[in-house]
């Protein structure tokens, strides 16, 4: 089973970087798995964020982060980051990391749907102030 430690968060004030870390205690992905970064605001509903492929390192972003952040993975150290530059007071939201392990999918495959993640971070409280 795969569990996932986030850490990173905190208060930044507008046009901050903070840096998100999710590492992996188990070295269980798969050539077809996909890293998945959402975030949940207090009175909304999960949100996509980010997405990395864990082979081949495609990635896919969110329009409302776009330019902004940048996912990356080190698979050496089983690891997801989510860098987050030019941070605005509508991006505060408590983070979550969450992993995607299908048995086989397409080169392109990935998805927006937390449904669709088998394994969640704890998450991590990311607070941008005006």
């Known amino acids: 089973q795969v569990q996932l430690v986030e850490s990173g968060g905190g208060s930044v004030q507008a046009g901050g970087s903070l840096r998100l870390s999710c590492a992996a205690s188990?070295?269980?992905?798969?050539?077809?798995?996909?890293m998945g970064w959402f975030r949940q605001a207090p009175g909304k509903e999960r949100e996509f964020v980010a997405a990395?492929?864990?082979?081949?390192?495609?990635?896919y972003y969110a329009n409302s982060v776009k330019g902004r952040f940048t996912i990356s993975r080190d698979n050496a150290k089983n690891t997801v980051y989510l860098q987050m530059n030019s941070l605005k007071p509508e991006d505060t939201a408590v983070y979550y990391c969450?992993?995607?392990?299908?048995?086989?999918?397409?080169?392109?495959?990935?998805?927006?749907?937390?449904?669709?993640?088998?394994?969640w971070g704890q998450g991590t409280q990311v607070t941008v102030s005006s």
């Open positions: 969450a992993a995607d392990t299908p048995t086989y999918a397409s080169d392109s495959y990935y998805s927006t749907d937390p449904v669709k993640y088998d394994y």
């Open positions: 188990v070295r269980t992905f798969s050539t077809y798995s996909v």
């Open positions: 990395i492929r864990w082979s081949g390192g495609s990635t």
